[in-house]
């Protein structure tokens, strides 16, 4: 009997030898990540950034006539002007400036209206005031599949404003300002098909539709500059190069020892 239970128990010892437990997780399988789906969604698809600028003008059409103009050629110059779109709109009190393109020619035209907002003092041919207040980036996305505006040009508002002022507070400012930021879409949308020739005379038919000019007064005016990007602010963060250092790279290699 005793022989019999002992023989039982190490047949038992053998079985559990036998069987291994295997983990899941030490597995080397392989997961998907969201980083995975990103890179699905957009490898061989082009894909566009988007920004929406304003800035503080005068009232004057001339002025309006050659800030468009000055962006206008260099666009056309820059080699890549066909893939810049967008929308200039001026108004009695300020302009909101939709554009959409490469990242890269973004910054460019972004640079380029930061020109603008500088006064140049030579050489003496090229001498002139400012065109435009210093410019304000009040939205920037990337990655986004289709244009909204088929083309580029500037209109102006022939609006005027309200005797009611609109309050931008840090509450409200980002629903503000995409509340333009959509009326640029839906607007550029509705008649991105339609020809140079007549663009113009659809944005005047579409003008209500628009930003109104107390709505682009608002994000352009000074109580709005706290909550919102300005130049150097941008540049510092969006386009000048990004410069990483690691909390073990400042402690090492370790001091030497003191000697007192």
């Avoid at 666009?75 to 709109?89: D, I, M, Y």
């Avoid at 973004?106 to 930061?114: G, M, N, R, V, W």
């Avoid at 629903?175 to 339609?194: G, N, P, T």
Wanted: proline share 3%; glycine share 6%; hydrophobic share 40%.
């Amino acid at each position: 009997h005793t022989h019999d239970s002992t023989h039982g128990s190490s047949r038992s010892l053998s079985a559990a030898a036998m069987t291994e437990v295997v983990d899941e997780l030490s597995q080397d399988t392989y997961r998907t990540s969201l980083l995975d789906r990103v890179e699905s969604q957009l490898k061989g698809k082009s894909h566009c950034s988007r920004i929406l600028i304003g800035f503080h003008i005068v009232d004057d059409k001339q002025v309006h006539s050659k800030i468009s103009q000055e962006f206008g050629t260099w666009r056309q110059q820059c080699g890549k002007g066909s893939e810049l779109t967008g929308l200039l709109l001026f108004t009695v009190q300020g302009a909101l400036h939709f554009l959409e393109g490469p990242t890269e020619l973004l910054f460019e035209a972004l640079q380029q209206l930061h020109i603008l907002a500088q006064e140049i003092v030579e050489p003496e041919e090229a001498v002139r005031p400012p065109l435009t207040g210093p410019i304000r980036i009040l939205h920037f996305s990337e990655l986004h599949g289709v244009h909204a505006a088929g083309s580029w040009c500037s209109y102006p508002h022939s609006g005027k404003a309200a005797s009611s002022q609109l309050q931008i507070e840090e509450t409200n400012s980002a629903e503000m300002m995409f509340r333009a930021y959509h009326k640029f879409l839906i607007v550029c949308s509705k008649i991105q098909d339609e020809g140079k020739d007549v663009v113009s005379t659809s944005y005047k038919k579409a003008q209500e539709q628009l930003p109104t000019v107390d709505e682009v007064a608002v994000l352009v005016g000074k109580a709005a500059a706290e909550y919102f990007f300005s130049y150097d602010e941008f540049y510092k963060v969006f386009v000048a190069p990004f410069n990483l250092t690691l909390h073990s790279e400042l402690l090492w290699p370790m001091s030497t020892a003191l000697s007192y």
